[in-house]
């Protein structure tokens, strides 16, 4: 059986859709929205588990809002448990200052900013940024998460999966090929540790096709 992560982490999911050949977004960049119907349904139901989800700044400039739960099911299933309709959203970002006039900041729900200053305005909870992302999840779990939704971008999923801190992978498969630079996880990037490539690193626990020519497909993280 998989280890759980230790009680003083959330437990992570990174939840994206991709092209054939593992890319965010077309070349030429902008918001990343591959996904059809099929996806979004998803991505509701992984929003509907989590208590939070976190989100980079970049991800956020280049959306200026985030992912809500529409599905009336959903919501009335957090309803009736006493949770809160919308995650939490964690922005995680080197700066403290977004423009107030985002349609973020007017979506019905909590926002909470890691970031090493507190914010002036717009952001109901602040989490300092720290020195690792161990502390960051310390920090998370003290304040009640313990089911926390990854959602980009590539250099937020390279961070956390360096830290060796993803439990699950949550994949949605587009097809297309679209090269180009936005890979899921940056040729940039420094090299992963090499327990998430050794035999048995991975499970797979789901293969789901979701309509349109979408494949959703899940892996589980075996700790030892």
Not at 43 to 67: F, S, V
Not at 92 to 106: G, I, L, Y
Request: include cysteine; aromatic fraction near 6%.
């Amino acid at each position: 059986m998989p280890q759980r992560p230790a009680p003083s982490r959330p437990f992570v999911r990174l939840v994206l859709a991709i092209s054939l050949d593992g890319r965010l977004a077309p070349p030429v960049g902008g918001a990343a929205q591959l996904g059809g119907e099929g996806d979004r349904r998803a991505l509701e139901q992984a929003l509907a588990w989590a208590d939070a989800c976190l989100i980079g700044a970049g991800t956020l400039r280049a959306h200026r809002c985030t992912c809500l739960i529409r599905d009336q099911q959903l919501l009335k299933q957090r309803a009736e448990a006493g949770r809160p309709q919308q995650p939490t959203a964690v922005v995680v970002s080197n700066s403290h200052e977004f423009p107030a006039d985002w349609r973020f900041f007017q979506q019905p729900l909590q926002r909470w900013l890691l970031a090493p200053n507190a914010p002036h305005q717009g952001f109901e909870r602040w989490l300092p940024l720290g020195n690792n992302w161990s502390q960051r999840l310390q920090s998370l779990a003290d304040a009640g998460v313990a089911r926390l939704v990854l959602l980009g971008g590539a250099a937020l999923a390279s961070n956390l999966l360096m830290a060796d801190a993803v439990d699950e992978l949550q994949l949605t498969l587009v097809p297309a090929l679209l090269g180009g630079e936005n890979s899921w996880l940056p040729s940039t990037s420094a090299a992963l540790p090499l327990t998430l490539s050794e035999r048995g690193a991975w499970t797979l626990t789901g293969a789901e096709p979701l309509g349109g020519e979408e494949l959703l497909v899940r892996y589980r993280r075996q700790r030892h």
